[in-house]
Structures are given as C-alpha cells and as structure tokens.
C-alpha cells in the first residue's frame, strides 16, 4: 500500500499516476471538503486527462480525511504544496510542521518520500529532527508540469531520488514501485537532489529569459523570431525540445520560487545573484509587454475603454492562475471595462471587481476597443476573426504567443501585434 500526504494538484496527479501502474493508494488530506469532492470524483481544479484516470482506478485509490489510515502504507509520499509569498519566498514551516505529523502516524521501519517542492538542507533537516531512526526518508524530484500533468506523471524521463547515503540500496519496496514507471533511476544526496530541481528550473529560466530578450530585439529590427527559432532546434547544444517560443515572462510559480530560493542559498553563502536578479527583472519586465503595447497604440484622449481578454490561466491546458499574466493586466487596467473569457480558468474573488468574465470568446470580444489574448489556448486560433472584426469598435489584437493569423488579420484591416515580429 502506498501513502499520499498532501492531496494538492502535485498530491493528486501523482497518487493517481501510482494508482494506474497497478498499486493501492491511500490519499490523505486534512481537507475534508476536498476528501469528500473527490470522493465524488470531482476534481478541484482543470488538468487534462486527470479525471479519466482517477475514474478509471478508483477501485485502488482510497481518498481518506483520517491519518490514521496511513499506518498500513508501507511507503509514505509527502505531496503537500509549498505556499510563497508575493515575492516568491518559500514557507516551508507549514510544510515541516505538517511532515513531523504524518511521522506520529506512519509504521516503524516504513518509508517516508519527500515529494513537495524545498530547499536544499530541507530533507537533512527533518532526518536531524526526528527520533525514530527506524523510518527511511527520500526526497524524490517532482514532474509535474501543468497541462501534462498525467503523461510526465506515468511517463519521466528520469526518476531523480535523495539519499542520506546513495552508496546503500534503496528499500526494496520503494525501489520495486519506481521500477513500475520504467526508467532511469538517479541516486545522490539529499542536497544534490535538491539542488538538481531548482537546477533544471533555472535551465528554463535562462532559456526563457535569452528567448524574450532575442524576441524583443526582434520586434525592433525587422527580424521575425519564428524564423529563427528552426536553427537553434537544429542545434545539438540547445536541441528540438528546447523552450523557445516567447512568451510574457516566466509563468507559473515554481520557476520563480526556485529563482527566489537560489538566490537565498547564494547570498547566505556569499555566491553572486547577479545572473539570477537578472532572470527576475526580465521576467517582471516581460510581463508587462501588453500593458505597453496598450498605451503605445491607444490614444491617450479616448474615455470609457473597452478591452476584451482572452485568457486568465498562466498557460494553457490548465485552470491555475499563479503567476498569470492575465490576472497582471487585469489590475493594471482596472481603470477601464474589462471582458475576461477563459475555457477552464476563474477570476478569483480578489480581482473580480475589476473585470467581468464572460462566456465566450466573441462575447469578451463584443464592442470592445482593443483584444489581448494573454493566454495561448489553441481554442483562440480557431475563432473567426471576421466575426470578430464585425463585432469589435476597434480593430487592434495584441497576440503575444502569434495564435491569430496575420495574413488573415491584415486582409481584415485589423492591426495585429505579436512577441518576436515587426509586424
């Protein structure tokens, strides 16, 4: 029996990936609203495929409110969220706290897998910290990218595991459940695993952060970025999967929080942050490229304004709204009359004074001065501009990730502005 601690989105993609190798799971959370929610096999939040799995094995996954129900697991996986602050700082006094009480539950000589997002130091910690040496403790890398949640879940690349000593075996039983998911299987220390995580992320970051730069040089040169994003696919040193398309700075939260986090462990060490404080900046600065598009092709004089968005979600194929760049424009313009539409996402209750959501995309379109699209939902690409032209009293979209298409929007005498073209 395998024990899941924390049924956050992280909690549930993966006790439900455990679940479709064939393994019984007992999915605890302290939320008994939630428990009861998924019970009912409601998901709190959108992500593709998910519910299709949890149906599919509901029979093997027990949902449970009762910690007690722990104690039959033989392996125990913490998947709790981590909350940041504004800044994107890490609390992870809530997250301890929360570990050592799932240690008063769990049975001697069973393993205890740290699957939350944390600092180095973190899992060495709360080994010092805990009396009973007779519990094993692993920190294992997490996959989850939203929007693909299920598929990196069933399918990595790679299994990243945290030793205290990686020169010993793993337990048999956790070594026979990562085996289930067929590939390799890293060992290393504790702060070597942690640090591997916020490593790949700060791989992305740079990526992301050169990517926007070179895009918006673009813009201001006359050169196009989709033209040149096929040479650096071509290049074995950046290579076909790389992160290239630009987009409205780094989305989300746990690339941030990973940033935030170096910069911490750097700066309590005397490491430079120079390289990472640049990442931050970029990304803040990117994030407001629609706000400047905005005022730059809007007339100062025109009063009661009316812009239409399109999308609230910080990327597509999810409802998360952390870090969006939607939610950012939103505030930013809460002077004028806003029409928000998005297929999966809500407006949180903090920002709905603001705006007003709507139930289609024409409808966030309908006498509107300006159109944002601030998410790249594919479902965008296939609107008919025409319809939209038609029922717009303006005629400009701002399209950072270039979803509508151009020619069509010319033809149509709609001014069309996208990340990465001079057009």
């Keep these: 029996m395998i024990g899941f601690a924390g049924l956050s989105h992280l909690g549930i993609v993966s006790s439900a990936a455990v679940a479709s190798k064939g393994m019984d799971v007992v999915a605890f959370d302290d939320n008994i609203e939630l428990v009861e929610q998924l019970d009912k096999d409601e998901v709190p939040f959108y992500e593709p495929n998910l519910s299709e799995v949890l149906e599919c094995n509901s029979r093997r996954i027990q949902f449970s409110s009762n910690p007690e129900d722990l104690r039959n697991c033989e392996i125990t996986v913490i998947s709790r969220d981590v909350a940041t602050d504004n800044r994107h700082n890490s609390d992870v006094q809530s997250l301890r706290e ?4 799932i240690l008063t539950y769990v049975k001697p000589n069973s393993t205890i897998v740290i699957l939350s997002q944390i600092p180095p130091g973190f899992t060495r910690e709360i080994l010092d910290s805990i009396d009973e040496k007779n519990i094993q403790i692993y920190y294992q890398v997490e996959t989850l990218i939203f929007g693909d949640a299920i598929h990196r879940a ?3 690349e790679r299994i990243i595991v945290g030793c205290d000593d990686p020169n010993l075996p793993l337990p048999a039983t956790y070594e026979k ?7 390799p299987i890293i060992t290393m220390k504790y702060e070597s695993a942690e640090l591997a995580k916020i490593s790949i992320n700060m791989f992305l970051a740079s990526t992301l952060s050169t990517t926007n730069t070179l895009a918006e040089i673009c ?3 006359s050169a196009d970025w989709n033209e040149i994003i096929p040479s650096l696919k071509l290049d074995r040193r950046i290579g076909e999967y790389a992160y290239l ?3 409205l700075g780094i989305g989300g939260g746990n690339i941030q929080r990973d940033i935030s986090t170096l910069i911490g462990v750097a700066e309590e060490h005397g490491t430079d942050t120079s390289v990472l404080r640049a990442w931050q900046s970029n990304s803040e600065y990117r994030l407001d490229w629609t706000l400047r598009q905005i005022y730059k092709y809007l007339p100062d004089n025109i009063k009661d304004l009316r812009i239409g968005i399109w999308g609230l979600a910080y990327k597509e194929k999810t409802s998360s709204t ?3 760049p939607g939610l950012n424009l939103i505030f930013s313009l809460s002077e004028f009359q806003l029409s928000v539409y998005d297929p999966e996402a809500i407006i949180p209750i903090s920002q709905q004074r603001y705006s007003k959501q709507v139930s289609s995309a024409l409808e966030a379109c309908n006498n509107s001065d300006l159109l944002a699209i601030m998410t790249p939902w594919q479902e965008f690409s296939s609107v008919d501009l025409a319809e939209v032209k038609n029922i717009m009293k303006g005629n400009i979209i701002l399209d950072p990730f270039n979803l509508v298409e151009h020619a069509k929007c010319v033809e149509l005498g709609i001014l069309h502005f996208s990340l990465g073209s001079s057009q």
């Design 98 to 101: 929360f570990i050592l009480g």
């Design 154 to 156: 069933t399918n990595p």
């Design 177 to 183: 459940l990562l085996q289930t998911f067929e590939c």
């Design 219 to 221: 813009e201001s040169i």
């Design 245 to 247: 398309k630009p987009g």
């Design 322 to 324: 952390k870090g969006s």
